[in-house]
């Protein structure tokens, strides 16, 4: 035992002493970002990265953070625990970054933490949803995206309204997936709803003919699915061939509706989705200023107007990494996890703080942010 805390002392001395004698030289302040830009969650993680690197121009044509610009170190972490391990491993030991942000999937979040405490740097967490993620104890997590449990929380009112009787689920068979159907599950329960089915799919699967039959047999008047919008698509189209009459509701904030409208047609209209940023009614969020001015630098770059609702993760990643290391007056990552709890950022997703969630002395920061819900129809999106 002594000798393995002796080890993990070390590779945390070796770290910052590294930290000590190369930050002088560095003409750039670097971040670390790790994200899936290839595999299955492609399409969310590139979004992602685009909202950060938006973030990074502006804040360098702003003076960037303690006089020097900020760089960002994107790896692909390919939607694969094993390749996130690798990739916040070289950014930590290779590229001897202070701070990471990643890494989308709350299972490639799950296998980067260990790693953040044997080295002894943060990493914030834009995407991941897993309430595991905040209550194992790992104290270098500074979570901005809501967990399962705060989404179902937020959604709890709107049961009655919607007149939800019984529901199904079909769910991505990993952390995330299976988290929220979990939480949401059990707050139906709570709200007197009769649960039905509860499907899963592999990430990578394109034919969901078996669940959508059993989903449909169950009679259900609501199925909550929960994944990446590359298979809501598919789950749209054939739930439409298979003349599923439920009515489908997404969560987890990763639907981009936009993209949806686009690649699924009509088979998205009516379909519902659980959103943390609303790029179509932007007066409608804390901060409409800052979301107005996210919005005219993704459109003036031309990026796919469906990815507003994931790329603005990246760029509230980044801007309160940027708040932190300004706050913490050097790229230390030691300094930046202490200064990051006393963090307060105007998010386009709300007001950016954090509060200790997980066992005592050993807490994780989560932030508690807005949570909407949006309808498709004709072709739009709509309030609900």
Do not use: C
């Not at 709570?190 to 969901?208: H, N, S, W, Y």
Request: aromatic content about 6%; overall charge positive.
């Amino acid at each position: 035992m002594k000798r393995n805390l002796a080890t993990l002392l070390g590779a945390t001395a070796l770290v910052a002493a590294a930290w000590s004698t190369s930050t002088a030289a560095q003409d750039t302040i670097k971040i670390g970002v790790t994200q899936p830009l290839t595999g299955a969650f492609a399409a969310s993680g590139n979004y992602v990265t685009q909202g950060a690197k938006i973030a990074e121009e502006q804040i360098n044509q702003a003076g960037g953070v303690l006089g020097r610009k900020i760089q960002l170190i994107v790896e692909d972490n390919k939607s694969n625990p094993t390749e996130a391990v690798a990739t916040a491993e070289k950014l930590i030991v290779k590229d001897k970054v202070p701070v990471i942000m990643g890494a989308w999937s709350s299972t490639l979040t799950l296998a980067v933490m260990p790693k953040l405490v044997e080295y002894g740097v943060p990493m914030l967490v834009e995407t991941s949803s897993s309430g595991k993620i905040t209550t194992a104890g790992n104290p270098w997590i500074f979570r901005i995206s809501p967990t399962s449990e705060m989404e179902a929380k937020a959604f709890a009112p709107l049961v009655k309204r919607l007149g939800i009787k019984k529901a199904d689920f079909l769910s991505t068979n990993n952390d995330f997936g299976l988290g929220a159907a979990q939480e949401f599950a059990e707050m139906l329960k709570a709200e007197g709803v009769q649960i039905g089915v509860r499907e899963t799919m592999d990430p990578k699967a394109t034919d969901f003919s078996a669940q959508l039959a059993k989903i449909k047999a169950s009679g259900a008047d609501t199925l909550f699915v929960t994944t990446a919008v590359e298979q809501i698509t598919l789950i749209l189209k054939q739930a439409k061939e298979h003349q599923l009459q439920a009515r489908i509701i997404t969560t987890g904030g990763s639907n981009s509706p936009d993209q949806l409208i686009q690649q699924a047609g009509d088979a998205a209209d009516g379909s519902m989705h659980v959103v943390f940023f609303t790029p179509w009614f932007p007066d409608a969020v804390k901060n409409p200023e800052v979301a107005k001015k996210f919005m005219a630098e993704w459109n003036a770059r031309k990026y796919n107007v469906g990815g507003l609702t994931e790329g603005f993760r990246g760029y509230d990643g980044i801007m309160t990494i940027a708040a932190a290391i300004n706050a913490a007056g050097k790229a230390d990552p030691a300094a930046i996890q202490t200064a990051l709890w006393g963090v307060k950022v105007k998010g386009i997703n709300g007001d950016i703080a954090f509060i200790k969630q997980g066992p005592q002395g050993k807490e994780s920061a989560q932030n508690v942010p807005s949570v909407y819900l949006v309808r498709i129809a004709g072709g739009k999106v709509i309030k609900y």
